[in-house]
Nanobody, 111 residues
Framework: QVQLVESGGGLVQPGGSLRLSCVVS????????VDWYRQAPGKERELVAG???????NYADSVKGRFTISRDNAENTVYLQMNSLKPEDTAVYYC?????WGRGTQVTVSS
């Protein structure tokens, strides 16, 4: 059974940074692509960033140049480094592997 646990969310001022973590268990992590999604209140869930098992990455246009996704296969963990945060980045951030989702971590960007 695949389990994903996100952490690292919180309240940050505009321009600040956060690093989210997603720990994956129950699967051969090194062979799986992992995606980060987010969902803001009243909006649909959207893809933020993804990383393949070969460490190829892709980003939503809205976060390019500000967010960086990375993975540590030894720790079964994917990270999302978020810099220059904006109020519109406020959302619940979810980790996804295949059809499996974590429960999410809240990110709030506000002064």
């Amino acid at each position: 059974q695949v389990q994903l646990v996100e952490s690292g969310g919180g309240l940050v001022q505009p321009g600040g940074s956060l690093r989210l973590s997603c720990v994956v268990s129950g699967t051969i992590f090194s062979g799986r692509a992992v995606d980060w999604y987010r969902q803001a209140p009243g909006k649909e869930r959207e893809l933020v960033a993804g990383i393949t098992m070969g460490r190829n990455t892709n980003y939503a246009d809205s976060v390019k140049g500000r967010f960086t996704i990375s993975r540590d296969n030894a720790e079964n963990t994917v990270y999302l480094q978020m810099n220059s945060l904006k109020p519109e980045d406020t959302a619940v951030y979810y980790c996804k592997v295949g059809v499996n989702w974590g429960r999410g971590t809240q990110v709030t960007v506000s002064s």
